[in-house]
């Protein structure tokens, strides 16, 4: 694991523009460094370019321009091979729709990162029934999507982005179908792996309660980082162009 004054994730003037006629610059010139440890949440309206950033760190898509550094790699231009195992291997992924598999059971669906990277099935079942007992479905491991619950489907989707020990967790909107209550059992959960094993987390959302209990707030308009705050002990602290923006 890496020490956490690592820098884990570097982006250096990344751009992602979409269409051939007209254009739609999605990420405009963004430099970044997030380091291995920090939990990160970024924020901004629709269409600002969250999503696009996070499908960016998480290697579901290529920049069109600018650089991507993942633990010291040079990702921008890897092949779809080399970004497939590094998605298997270092990254893991919870969405706001939990896309479970639904014919198979709790168990099943945390066990299939694993036996897709070659673990065997005994050492896959043991690390699945671990995972789901840490997130408090020990009793549900046969349980199939129709049967749990929106919060509970969310805790086997946040197993199954566990399963293989990535680096980097990456959620999108991760809460957004959630109650209260589920909402705030998901965050302790992530929280908990961040502080106990180092593990990065990077979220985007737009409920700024589960903001501003991160230890940094990006904040994205047309594209562009525009804001960001960093926790000092109880507080956020503004960056100079953070207070330039407003």
């Known amino acids: 694991m890496n020490n956490r004054d690592d820098d884990i994730i570097v982006l250096k003037d ?3 523009i979409y269409g051939d006629g007209v254009q739609v610059r999605a990420l405009d010139g ?21 999503s696009t950033l996070l499908n ?18 040079d990702v921008s231009r890897a092949s779809p091979d080399e970004r497939a195992r590094l998605r298997n291997q270092e990254l893991g992924f919870v969405f706001q729709y939990h896309h479970l598999i639904p014919e198979f059971t709790a168990l099943e669906n945390v066990m299939m990162p694993m036996l897709i990277a070659n673990k065997s099935k005994a050492e896959a079942h043991l690390r699945a029934e671990e995972l789901l007992a840490s ?10 999507p129709n049967q749990l619950s929106g919060g509970q489907n969310q805790r086997v989707a946040v197993a ?6 990535p680096s980097i967790v990456i959620g999108d909107e991760l809460t957004g179908n959630l109650d209260t209550k589920s909402s705030q ?27 501003e ?25 503004t960056t100079d162009y953070c207070e330039r923006a407003e």
């Open 30 to 50: 963004i430099s970044l460094r997030i380091k291995a440890g920090e939990f990160v949440a970024i924020v901004g309206p629709s269409g600002s370019g969250k």
């Open 14 to 16: 990344l751009s992602k």
């Open 213 to 237: 209990k991160t230890d940094r707030i990006l904040r994205i308009v047309d594209g562009k980082i525009v804001c960001e705050m960093k926790r000092v002990g109880e507080d956020f602290v």
């Open 185 to 211: 059992l998901i965050y302790n959960l992530l929280r908990e792996l961040n502080r106990k094993i180092n593990q990065t987390f990077i979220l985007v959302t737009h409920d700024m309660t589960l903001a």
């Open 160 to 165: 199954r982005a566990l399963a293989n020990d």
């Open 135 to 144: 997130v408090g479905l020990g009793d549900r491991l046969h349980s199939r």
């Open 56 to 73: 960016m760190i998480g290697l579901l898509d290529t920049p069109s321009q600018g650089h991507i550094t993942l633990k010291g790699i």
